[in-house]
């Protein structure tokens, strides 16, 4: 069967040659609804854009933002965003600026980026806690809520404690602290043994990019028989501090070089 298009003339079933002429037409509509979401997630998530209720629409790896910001800082980022998903070519950013802005009210119930940066910083806390070296002796349930952590149960030491406190308020997203641990002296349940130095390394870096204040990336860190080495470059003698007490506060760690830290 021959087949008169616009293009040509080409042979072959209709039916097929008309499935094969939908299918780019078909993944171009499968990739923007995927490009569309990926950009609202991330508004979403961003504690500086899910206040405002913007709208992403993309057509053809062109993505036309709308909706009512407070700063123009906040329109610039929404845009950026949407430039960062792979194959956005193009923004149109219709989003208005209007001083002094006030977002609707929040429902009472959390938004679900709020969810996520709860569970984000509670998970951290509680990573960071388990793997410290006064984890023997403490029992801790941790909850967050909006940057606002909670530690309650109980520990062996006042150490224990302040170190508990200090491990929180250094993680990412925690504003306040309030640290209702219980000190119940007693012998801790210990573990037994010398930790991998492995592990101990993967801990210690963990530890600092879950931190603020401290440029993990910037930190190179190796361990040989409990011995953690750092070393780099920081912007400051109270980061570089920071990293050496993060990194003493490690289980399992027995010293800190810290010779090769610079500033």
Known sequence: MTIQTQSGTRTGNPAINGAAAGAPRLNQDITSARQETQIWTTYTLSPYLRPFDLKVTVIENCATLSGTVGEE?????????????????????????????????????????????????????????????????????????????????????????????????STHGVRSVTNELDIQPGVATSIGGDLADGWITTKVRSTFLYSS?????????????????????????????????????????????SSALTM
């Open 73 to 169: 800082a906040n329109k610039d980022l929404a845009q950026q965003i949407a430039l960062a998903v792979p194959g956005i070519k193009s923004v149109d950013n219709r989003i208005e600026v209007v001083a002094q802005f006030v977002p609707p009210a929040s429902p009472s119930n959390r938004a679900f980026g709020e969810l996520v940066d709860d569970t984000t910083v509670t998970s951290a806390v509680r990573s960071k806690l388990a793997w410290s070296r006064y984890a023997d002796g403490l029992r801790a349930s941790v909850t967050s809520s909006k940057g606002m952590v909670r530690i309650t149960g109980h520990v062996t030491t006042a150490e224990g404690k302040n170190a508990a406190s200090n491990l929180a308020l």
């Open 213 to 257: 204040y401290v440029a993990g990336r910037d930190i190179d860190v190796t361990t040989e028989r409990g011995v953690v080495s750092l070393s780099g470059k920081l912007a400051s003698e109270t980061e570089r501090a920071l990293a050496i007490e993060l990194a003493g506060n490690v289980r399992g760690v027995k010293g800190v070089d």
